[in-house]
Protein backbone atom coordinates (compact mmCIF):
# COMPACT_ATOMS: atom_id res chain seq x y z
CA UNK A 1 0.00 0.00 0.00
CA UNK A 2 2.74 2.18 0.75
CA UNK A 3 3.99 1.82 -3.29
CA UNK A 4 0.39 2.79 -4.19
CA UNK A 5 0.12 5.94 -1.78
CA UNK A 6 3.42 6.76 -3.12
CA UNK A 7 1.51 6.63 -6.86
CA UNK A 8 -1.13 8.51 -5.70
CA UNK A 9 0.69 11.50 -4.57
CA UNK A 10 2.45 11.53 -8.05
CA UNK A 11 -0.98 11.80 -9.60
CA UNK A 12 -2.60 14.07 -7.46
CA UNK A 13 0.26 16.53 -7.58
CA UNK A 14 0.49 16.23 -11.53
CA UNK A 15 -0.65 19.82 -12.47
CA UNK A 16 -4.12 19.97 -13.75
CA UNK A 17 -4.08 20.07 -17.41
CA UNK A 18 -2.09 16.61 -16.97
CA UNK A 19 -4.71 15.23 -14.90
CA UNK A 20 -7.52 16.36 -17.15
CA UNK A 21 -5.93 14.54 -19.70
CA UNK A 22 -7.50 11.48 -18.54
CA UNK A 23 -11.09 13.24 -17.26
CA UNK A 24 -13.36 10.70 -16.18
CA UNK A 25 -16.72 13.01 -17.20
CA UNK A 26 -15.00 12.73 -21.13
CA UNK A 27 -14.51 8.84 -20.74
CA UNK A 28 -17.79 6.18 -21.85
CA UNK A 29 -16.97 3.64 -19.27
CA UNK A 30 -16.54 5.85 -16.30
CA UNK A 31 -12.63 5.66 -15.41
CA UNK A 32 -10.01 8.29 -15.26
CA UNK A 33 -9.09 11.39 -13.22
CA UNK A 34 -12.65 13.32 -11.40
CA UNK A 35 -11.41 16.85 -10.05
CA UNK A 36 -12.86 18.53 -7.40
CA UNK A 37 -16.86 18.27 -6.87
CA UNK A 38 -17.39 16.02 -10.05
CA UNK A 39 -19.12 13.84 -7.54
CA UNK A 40 -21.81 14.30 -4.61
CA UNK A 41 -22.87 11.49 -2.87
CA UNK A 42 -25.20 12.75 -0.43
CA UNK A 43 -27.33 15.27 -3.28
CA UNK A 44 -28.25 17.57 -0.69
CA UNK A 45 -25.18 18.93 0.04
CA UNK A 46 -22.71 20.77 -1.49
CA UNK A 47 -20.23 18.83 -4.16
CA UNK A 48 -17.60 16.44 -2.15
CA UNK A 49 -14.45 18.08 -1.95
CA UNK A 50 -12.21 15.41 -3.03
CA UNK A 51 -10.08 14.36 -6.37
CA UNK A 52 -10.40 10.91 -7.33
CA UNK A 53 -8.77 8.26 -9.64
CA UNK A 54 -11.24 5.33 -10.88
CA UNK A 55 -10.60 2.07 -12.49
CA UNK A 56 -12.40 -1.21 -13.43
CA UNK A 57 -11.93 -4.38 -15.40
CA UNK A 58 -9.77 -3.72 -18.34
CA UNK A 59 -11.33 -5.16 -21.35
CA UNK A 60 -9.77 -4.34 -24.64
CA UNK A 61 -11.72 -2.24 -27.69
CA UNK A 62 -12.38 -5.14 -29.82
CA UNK A 63 -13.77 -7.33 -27.15
CA UNK A 64 -17.47 -8.27 -27.75
CA UNK A 65 -19.30 -7.05 -24.65
CA UNK A 66 -17.26 -3.33 -25.75
CA UNK A 67 -18.12 -3.17 -28.98
CA UNK A 68 -21.93 -3.83 -28.17
CA UNK A 69 -21.43 -0.79 -26.28
CA UNK A 70 -22.34 -1.98 -22.46
CA UNK A 71 -22.13 1.46 -20.94
CA UNK A 72 -19.79 0.24 -18.21
CA UNK A 73 -17.23 -1.52 -20.37
CA UNK A 74 -14.08 -1.18 -22.06
CA UNK A 75 -10.52 -0.33 -21.31
CA UNK A 76 -8.62 1.40 -18.45
CA UNK A 77 -6.89 5.09 -18.79
CA UNK A 78 -3.93 5.47 -16.91
CA UNK A 79 -1.65 8.57 -16.26
CA UNK A 80 1.57 8.50 -17.73
CA UNK A 81 3.63 7.94 -14.67
CA UNK A 82 6.28 5.32 -15.24
CA UNK A 83 5.40 2.00 -13.10
CA UNK A 84 1.74 3.05 -12.89
CA UNK A 85 -0.32 1.13 -15.16
CA UNK A 86 1.54 -2.45 -13.74
CA UNK A 87 1.33 -1.53 -10.14
CA UNK A 88 -2.48 -0.68 -10.30
CA UNK A 89 -3.16 -3.45 -12.76
CA UNK A 90 -1.98 -6.29 -10.38
CA UNK A 91 -3.37 -4.60 -7.77
CA UNK A 92 -6.97 -4.92 -9.00
CA UNK A 93 -6.68 -7.84 -9.17
CA UNK A 94 -5.31 -9.04 -6.00
CA UNK A 95 -8.03 -7.04 -4.26
CA UNK A 96 -10.65 -8.89 -6.29
CA UNK A 97 -8.98 -12.29 -4.94
CA UNK A 98 -8.98 -11.03 -1.32
CA UNK A 99 -12.91 -9.54 -1.98
CA UNK A 100 -13.43 -13.17 -3.34
CA UNK A 101 -11.96 -14.65 -0.47
CA UNK A 102 -14.09 -12.47 2.10
CA UNK A 103 -17.31 -13.53 -0.12
CA UNK A 104 -16.29 -17.14 0.27
CA UNK A 105 -16.73 -17.15 4.28
CA UNK A 106 -19.97 -14.52 4.03
CA UNK A 107 -21.40 -17.31 1.89
CA UNK A 108 -20.78 -19.85 4.21
CA UNK A 109 -22.00 -18.24 7.29
CA UNK A 110 -25.58 -17.74 5.65
CA UNK A 111 -25.32 -21.42 4.85
CA UNK A 112 -24.95 -21.30 1.28
CA UNK A 113 -22.29 -23.12 -1.59
CA UNK A 114 -18.78 -21.32 -0.47
CA UNK A 115 -18.37 -20.59 -3.95
CA UNK A 116 -21.81 -19.17 -4.91
CA UNK A 117 -20.78 -15.70 -4.56
CA UNK A 118 -17.55 -16.48 -6.41
CA UNK A 119 -18.96 -17.80 -9.33
CA UNK A 120 -20.70 -14.24 -9.88
CA UNK A 121 -17.71 -12.12 -10.63
CA UNK A 122 -16.53 -13.27 -14.09
CA UNK A 123 -15.47 -10.13 -15.78
CA UNK A 124 -16.53 -8.13 -12.24
CA UNK A 125 -17.62 -4.78 -12.41
CA UNK A 126 -15.78 -4.22 -9.35
CA UNK A 127 -13.85 -0.73 -9.27
CA UNK A 128 -10.86 0.20 -7.75
CA UNK A 129 -10.46 4.36 -6.81
CA UNK A 130 -7.55 6.44 -4.93
CA UNK A 131 -8.94 9.65 -3.39
CA UNK A 132 -7.21 12.42 -1.94
CA UNK A 133 -8.70 15.09 0.39
CA UNK A 134 -6.62 18.09 0.51
CA UNK A 135 -6.32 19.80 3.81
CA UNK A 136 -8.70 22.38 4.47
CA UNK A 137 -7.09 23.45 8.06
CA UNK A 138 -9.45 26.84 8.24
CA UNK A 139 -12.58 24.53 7.92
CA UNK A 140 -11.70 21.21 9.82
CA UNK A 141 -14.76 19.02 10.06
CA UNK A 142 -16.28 19.85 6.97
CA UNK A 143 -17.90 17.07 5.43
CA UNK A 144 -16.08 16.30 2.12
CA UNK A 145 -17.55 13.21 1.12
CA UNK A 146 -21.41 13.00 2.32
CA UNK A 147 -23.24 10.45 3.92
CA UNK A 148 -23.97 7.29 1.83
CA UNK A 149 -23.92 3.76 1.51
CA UNK A 150 -21.74 1.59 -1.25
CA UNK A 151 -23.43 0.24 -4.26
CA UNK A 152 -22.24 -2.96 -4.64
CA UNK A 153 -21.39 -5.86 -2.44
CA UNK A 154 -18.48 -5.42 0.08
CA UNK A 155 -15.88 -2.46 -0.18
CA UNK A 156 -12.64 -2.93 1.14
CA UNK A 157 -11.07 0.64 2.37
CA UNK A 158 -8.17 1.13 3.03
CA UNK A 159 -7.23 5.21 4.64
CA UNK A 160 -3.39 6.35 5.32
CA UNK A 161 -3.30 7.26 8.93
CA UNK A 162 -5.05 10.68 9.36
CA UNK A 163 -8.61 9.79 10.06
CA UNK A 164 -12.18 11.67 9.70
CA UNK A 165 -13.70 8.65 8.49
CA UNK A 166 -17.54 8.05 10.55
CA UNK A 167 -19.46 5.01 10.03
CA UNK A 168 -23.31 5.20 11.40
CA UNK A 169 -24.46 2.92 13.69
CA UNK A 170 -27.94 0.77 14.00
CA UNK A 171 -28.98 3.29 16.13
CA UNK A 172 -28.20 6.08 13.57
CA UNK A 173 -25.66 7.73 15.97
CA UNK A 174 -22.02 8.56 13.93
CA UNK A 175 -18.79 7.06 15.54
CA UNK A 176 -15.37 7.56 14.03
CA UNK A 177 -13.84 5.19 12.37
CA UNK A 178 -9.74 5.11 12.96
CA UNK A 179 -7.06 4.33 10.90
CA UNK A 180 -5.82 0.42 12.04
CA UNK A 181 -2.33 0.15 10.74
CA UNK A 182 -2.00 -3.03 7.95
CA UNK A 183 -5.77 -3.34 7.81
CA UNK A 184 -8.92 -2.53 5.58
CA UNK A 185 -12.74 -1.19 6.76
CA UNK A 186 -15.26 -3.62 5.29
CA UNK A 187 -18.33 -2.13 4.54
CA UNK A 188 -21.37 -4.23 3.19
CA UNK A 189 -22.86 -2.43 0.47
CA UNK A 190 -27.03 -2.17 -1.49
CA UNK A 191 -26.67 -4.94 -3.32
CA UNK A 192 -25.05 -7.53 -0.63
CA UNK A 193 -27.85 -5.96 1.81
CA UNK A 194 -30.41 -6.99 -1.26
CA UNK A 195 -28.86 -10.16 -1.66
CA UNK A 196 -29.65 -11.72 1.83
CA UNK A 197 -32.67 -9.63 2.44
CA UNK A 198 -30.32 -7.29 5.33
CA UNK A 199 -29.11 -10.27 6.76
CA UNK A 200 -25.83 -8.45 5.70
CA UNK A 201 -26.90 -4.47 6.61
CA UNK A 202 -25.49 -1.50 4.31
CA UNK A 203 -23.62 1.08 6.68
CA UNK A 204 -24.06 4.80 5.58
CA UNK A 205 -20.60 6.48 6.12
CA UNK A 206 -18.94 9.41 5.47
CA UNK A 207 -15.41 11.90 5.44
CA UNK A 208 -15.00 15.02 7.83
CA UNK A 209 -12.01 17.06 6.64
CA UNK A 210 -9.45 16.30 8.72
CA UNK A 211 -7.77 19.47 8.55
CA UNK A 212 -4.65 17.78 6.89
CA UNK A 213 -4.11 15.86 3.82
CA UNK A 214 -5.71 12.59 3.46
CA UNK A 215 -5.55 9.38 1.19
CA UNK A 216 -8.12 6.95 0.72
CA UNK A 217 -8.45 3.83 -1.37
CA UNK A 218 -11.27 1.59 -1.67
CA UNK A 219 -11.84 -1.58 -3.55
CA UNK A 220 -15.77 -1.95 -4.14
CA UNK A 221 -16.38 -5.38 -5.30
CA UNK A 222 -19.14 -5.78 -8.00
CA UNK A 223 -20.27 -9.06 -9.73
CA UNK A 224 -20.79 -9.66 -13.62
CA UNK A 225 -23.27 -6.65 -14.85
CA UNK A 226 -26.02 -9.68 -16.05
CA UNK A 227 -26.12 -11.06 -12.71
CA UNK A 228 -29.49 -11.02 -10.76
CA UNK A 229 -29.56 -9.68 -7.84
CA UNK A 230 -32.45 -12.20 -5.91
CA UNK A 231 -33.03 -12.59 -2.74
CA UNK A 232 -30.68 -15.72 -1.21
CA UNK A 233 -31.69 -19.15 -0.27
CA UNK A 234 -31.79 -19.36 3.60
CA UNK A 235 -32.90 -15.28 3.66
CA UNK A 236 -36.25 -15.64 3.16
CA UNK A 237 -39.24 -17.52 5.05
CA UNK A 238 -43.12 -16.92 4.98
CA UNK A 239 -42.58 -14.49 8.13
CA UNK A 240 -39.58 -12.75 6.40
CA UNK A 241 -40.66 -12.26 2.61
CA UNK A 242 -38.13 -10.88 0.13
CA UNK A 243 -38.00 -7.02 0.88
CA UNK A 244 -36.11 -6.16 -2.40
CA UNK A 245 -37.35 -6.55 -6.07
CA UNK A 246 -34.63 -8.59 -8.30
CA UNK A 247 -32.39 -6.39 -9.95
CA UNK A 248 -29.57 -6.95 -12.52
CA UNK A 249 -26.27 -5.79 -10.87
CA UNK A 250 -25.43 -3.79 -13.86
CA UNK A 251 -29.07 -1.83 -13.89
CA UNK A 252 -28.19 -0.94 -10.37
CA UNK A 253 -25.04 0.30 -10.52
CA UNK A 254 -26.02 2.43 -13.67
CA UNK A 255 -28.83 3.87 -11.42
CA UNK A 256 -26.53 4.55 -8.93
CA UNK A 257 -23.93 6.15 -11.03
CA UNK A 258 -26.36 8.22 -12.77
CA UNK A 259 -27.55 9.62 -9.16
CA UNK A 260 -24.30 10.83 -8.46
CA UNK A 261 -22.38 12.13 -11.10
CA UNK A 262 -24.05 15.06 -13.12
CA UNK A 263 -22.03 13.54 -16.59
CA UNK A 264 -23.53 9.82 -16.51
CA UNK A 265 -26.51 11.70 -16.62
CA UNK A 266 -26.82 12.89 -19.85
CA UNK A 267 -25.37 9.05 -21.48
O1 LIG B 1 -12.44 8.20 1.81
C1 LIG B 1 -13.01 7.37 2.52
O2 LIG B 1 -12.51 6.93 3.56
C2 LIG B 1 -14.38 6.86 2.14
C3 LIG B 1 -14.67 6.96 0.68
C4 LIG B 1 -15.99 6.36 0.35
O3 LIG B 1 -16.78 6.05 1.19
C5 LIG B 1 -16.38 6.10 -1.05
O4 LIG B 1 -15.70 6.56 -1.99
O5 LIG B 1 -17.39 5.40 -1.26
FE1 LIG C 1 -18.30 4.80 0.44
Redesign the pocket.
Known amino acids: MQELTAMANRLFSLPMEEKLKIDITKSTNHRGYGTFSTEQ ?1 DPSKPGDYKETFDMQCHLEKDHPLVKAGHPLRGPNVHPDIEGWKELLETHYKDMQAMALQLLRALALAIGIDENFFVSKFVEPLSVF ?1 M ?1 H ?1 PALPEEKGRVV ?1 GA ?1 T ?1 YGIV ?1 L ?1 Y ?1 DTVGG ?1 QVRNLDGEWMDAPPVEGSFVVNIGDMMAMWSNERYKTTS ?1 R ?1 LNPGVERI ?1 M ?1 FFCEPNPEVEIECLPHCHSAENPAKFPVVKAGDWLQKRFQQTYAYRGEV
Do not use: E
Request: proline share 7%.
Open positions: LRIYCHDTLQLHVSP
